[in-house]
Every structure is written in C-alpha cells, then in structure tokens.
C-alpha cells in the first residue's frame, strides 16, 4: 500500500518561506512521477508544480512560478516545494501526489494515483 505523507506546512507572514516534504512508503518512487497540487477553502484543487521521475523535468503553475521549487529525492523517496516570497492567495491545503510508473504527470490531477493527505500552509498578510 502506498503512502504519502506531507510536512513542513504552517503559518508564515507575506514574504516569508516555508518547505514542504512528501515522503513515500510502500513504494520506491524512483519510477514514478509526482507533483504537488493545493486547495483553498471553497475553491476546486489546483495544480501547483510537478516532476519528472528523474527530476530532469520540471513545470509550474503561472501562479506560482519563480517564487515555488520543485525537487525530489530518490534516494530517500522524497519529494520537497520550497515556497519563496510566499503571499496571501498562497494559503490553501497543499497536497503531494504520485502517478505510478510514468515519466511526467503534468498539471491533471486526474493522471496521478496516489494522493497524501495534505498540509496547511496560511500566509498572513
């Protein structure tokens, strides 16, 4: 059985940072791509970033670009959004996502998976 678990989520003032982690278990993702996608209250989900299995390629959100970085970690089955310059509209439940053997899952959260069961980031302003 597959498992995702976020951290790193909480509350940070406008301009501030945070990183968040989303390690696997039950499966060596070294295979597999993964994203991250988030959701603020009454909105529909959203995508955020995403990563290829072997990192080499990389897409984000027009939102978010520039000031969020996606990376992974193989080697420990963990998958990182460092998030810059956080701002206000940043403030959603953040979520990790894996979609299984695939080389890029892309912004449709339809084409992922697995899902962990998010963290919340709240940006004060």
């Known amino acids: ?3 995702l678990v976020e951290a790193g989520g909480g509350l940070v003032q406008a301009g501030g940072s945070l990183r968040l982690s989303c390690a696997a278990s039950g499966r060596t993702v070294s295979n597999d791509a993964m994203g991250w996608f988030r959701q ?3 909105k529909e989900r959203e995508f955020v970033a995403a990563i290829s299995r072997g990192s080499r390629t990389t897409s984000y959100a027009s939102s978010v ?3 969020f970085t996606v990376s ?3 080697a420990k ?3 990182y959004l460092q998030m810059n310059s956080l701002k206000p509209e940043d403030t959603a439940v953040y979520f990790c996502a894996l979609a299984q053997n695939k080389y890029y899952g892309g912004s449709y ?3 992922y998976d697995y899902w962990g ?3 919340q980031v709240t940006v004060s302003s």
């Open 1 to 3: 059985q597959v498992q």
């Open 40 to 42: 603020a209250p009454g």
């Open 65 to 67: 670009k520039g000031r």
């Open 72 to 74: 992974r970690d193989n």
């Open 77 to 79: 089955n963990t998958m």
């Open 109 to 111: 959260d339809q084409d």
């Open 117 to 119: 069961q998010g963290t």
